[in-house]
């Protein structure tokens, strides 16, 4: 992709000015690192570090038929969502393929916000638009509106209550403020595992935000910590773990589908949940010397090719190489052995329990703040 055709958000001159790695990811010029992904990892897991997560999409949704009309796009039951409330769910197609993960806040009775991956933004939007025409509700992209910062670890909430000024809400929850004088959402939600919260907040006021955060002992972290962090977790990433060919329960996400809501694919949701599927989701170390990468092909007794690596890497707390995968079922459960083929070499590898590294959060991915 053409550099120059790359977007940037409102913090882009913070990451130049600290020297940070900028790649191209969904679209945007994006931090991969700063000092580097074990020391910014290990921020979060000990203390707390920030996300520019700018790159996100946000959804208004308003009016009388909301709730209906998010009820029938959401794989999730969104009436138990109370004013101030936030929900994970899938965004199905028919088939109960995965277009997309979100998070869905309740802003008000007939108000909510959705937060889409970055790189399913447009395609979120255009579905919701689709389906949202036999329904007395307005659907805006508000993508424009937002910058949000992503501040995570287990220091991160005591150190944005006192920085900013602020109540926070609790987890799985959000919160109006105001933030640099202006209106900003705070919300109990994350993608790390740890605490903390996310920050939407009015563009403007973003660098000066985030420069407060830094000064009080935040550290800036860059997307490849994200990833290693939410790999050791096992949080899916859209792209990777779901695709509009995957379904949730081949995921393993059925306990975000309420099939009785009768939303879209939820059909072929029950049927995979009743019959099972080839496939299913893991979670695995390599024992021993190897870091698996996506694609990766998994192998079973005699070398015969049982599945694929769909996120892989060196994970920090762990201190050796881990991901996930796409095994037959009848392979996953924990404890199976089976090998990555790493660029030609066989690298022993053993099926492992979900999360790789403890959660201190209930267990929930966001949006992403998925992608």
């Keep these: 992709m053409n550099v120059a055709a790359l977007r940037r958000t409102p913090l882009y001159e913070q990451h130049e000015e600290l020297g940070a790695k900028l790649v191209p990811f969904a679209g945007w010029e994006m ?17 707390a570090g920030m996300f520019d997560v700018s790159h996100m999409g946000e959804v208004e ?37 995965v277009i997309d ?16 991956n970055a790189s399913n933004h447009e395609t979120d939007l255009q579905w919701l638009g689709r389906w949202s025409r036999d329904h007395d509700v307005a659907v805006r992209d508000a993508a424009d509106r937002y910058a949000m910062l992503a501040v995570q ?50 563009p403007e006021v973003a660098i000066p935000i985030f420069k407060e955060l830094r000064l009080a002992g935040v550290v800036p972290c860059g997307l490849g910590a994200r990833d290693t962090l939410r790999l050791e977790v096992c949080y899916p ?46 979670a695995f170390e390599i024992e021993g010397a190897g ?41 996953a459960e924990p404890g199976t052995e089976v090998e990555i083929d790493v660029r030609g070499k066989h690298r022993p590898a053993r099926i492992a329990s979900k999360p790789l590294y403890p959660l201190t959060t209930d267990k929930i991915t966001t949006n992403k703040t998925r992608s």
């Excluded at 009016?63 to 899938?90: E, H, M």
């Design 31 to 47: 931090p991969v690192l700063y000092e580097g992904i074990k020391e910014e990892h290990s921020a979060v897991r000990t203390h």
């Design 61 to 97: 949704v308003e009016g009388p038929g909301a709730l209906a009309f998010l009820q029938l796009v959401l794989s999730n039951d969104v009436s138990r969502i109370g004013v101030g409330g936030a929900q994970y769910s899938c965004l199905c197609n028919e088939s109960g393929g």
């Design 101 to 116: 993960d979100l998070f869905a806040y309740r802003l008000g009775t007939d108000r909510f916000l959705i937060v889409t």
């Design 153 to 202: 670890g287990p220091h991160a909430r005591a150190i944005v209550a006192e920085t900013l000024k602020i109540e926070l809400p609790e987890r799985f929850h959000v919160l109006a403020q105001h933030v640099g004088r202006r209106p900003a959402l705070i919300c109990g939600t994350g993608y790390t595992g740890e605490d903390g919260v996310e920050i939407l907040l009015d």
């Design 237 to 282: 990433l859209h792209g990777h773990e779901l695709t509009p060919e995957r379904s949730p329960i081949e995921a393993d996400l059925g306990w975000c589908c309420k099939e009785a809501t009768g939303f879209l694919g939820s059909p072929a949701i029950s049927r995979a949940r009743a019959e099972g599927t080839a496939e299913r989701l893991v």
């Design 291 to 331: 870091i698996p990468r996506d694609g990766n092909p998994v192998l079973g007794d005699e070398g015969v090719h049982v599945g694929v690596v769909t996120s892989g890497t060196f994970a920090p707390s762990l201190e050796k190489g881990a991901g996930m995968a796409y095994v037959r079922s009848d392979l």
